[in-house]
């Protein structure tokens, strides 16, 4: 059972399209981060939100850390095939040094 | 700086044989973690260190799974013996403060025939 639920999860859009991805969880984390891997490669951090309702944005990238600390959102906006990916959101607690992954959603953006 | 870096990038072994994967983290991190990837369960912890000393391996899924980090530039992960059921692609990340921005190495990708 993943502590950390994501959707959708697959998402395929057209370049230039908006797209959303959630990332929700019934516990309370003291920071969450979303990673972005690529075929063959390790997971890359994009962003780390540490304060409930914070919104933290990346180019074309706009994060958004729930109130309660309990679920996240990735938006990208006009979203282009370098953006394609699997997208993982994981959570972290203050007592603890362990890192909870959600399952991922995979990204398609076709040309 | 050039990244956490695995070794090998491929491995291919027969059941019952000793694996081991290694690791050499980023220089000046405190943290290495020892995770694994696969379709039905996504990534998971298997342990980190801090230190180069183990705290927390609850995540090691039996006996056979092992890991030590004798020095703060080199871990290694053992799996000995070896199941088809341990295929998957094991990643290494290192962080200068506990989980957060951890760095990712490129994995290695293990098949047990």
């Known amino acids: 059972t993943q502590l950390l639920e994501q959707s959708p999860q697959f998402l395929s859009i057209q370049e230039g399209e908006n797209l959303t991805v959630y990332c929700n969880s019934s516990?309370?984390?003291?920071?969450l981060q979303w990673y972005r891997q690529e075929p063959g490669e390790g997971p890359v951090l994009l962003v780390t939100?540490?304060?409930?309702?914070e919104v933290k944005k990346l180019k074309r990238l706009t994060f958004q850390f729930g109130d309660a600390r309990k679920d996240s959102s990735l938006h990208i906006t006009a979203a282009q095939p370098g953006d394609t990916g699997l997208y993982l959101c994981?959570?972290?607690?203050?007592?603890?040094?362990?890192?909870?992954f959600g399952a991922g959603t995979t990204v398609t953006v076709r040309a | 700086d050039a990244g956490v870096i695995q070794s090998p990038r491929h491995e291919v072994t027969e059941m019952g044989q000793e694996v081991t994967l290694r690791c050499k983290p980023i220089?000046?991190?405190?943290?290495l973690f020892w995770y694994r990837q696969t379709m039905m369960r996504g990534l998971e912890l298997l342990i980190y260190?801090?230190?180069?000393?183990?705290?927390?391996d609850s995540g090691m899924p039996e006996d056979r799974f092992s890991a030590k980090m004798p020095n703060a530039s080199f871990s290694t992960l053992k799996i000995q013996p070896s199941e088809p059921r341990d295929s998957a692609v094991y990643f290494c990340?290192?962080?200068?403060?506990?989980?957060?921005?951890?760095?990712f190495g490129q994995g290695t990708r293990l098949t047990v025939v």
């Open positions: 990340a290192s962080s200068l403060v506990g989980p957060d921005e951890a760095f």
């Open positions: 516990s309370v984390f003291s920071s």
């Open positions: 939100v540490v304060t409930g309702g």
């Open positions: 994981a959570g972290a607690y203050s007592n603890d040094y362990k890192l909870s």
């Open positions: 220089s000046g991190h405190d943290y």
């Open positions: 260190f801090n230190n180069n000393v183990p705290i927390d």
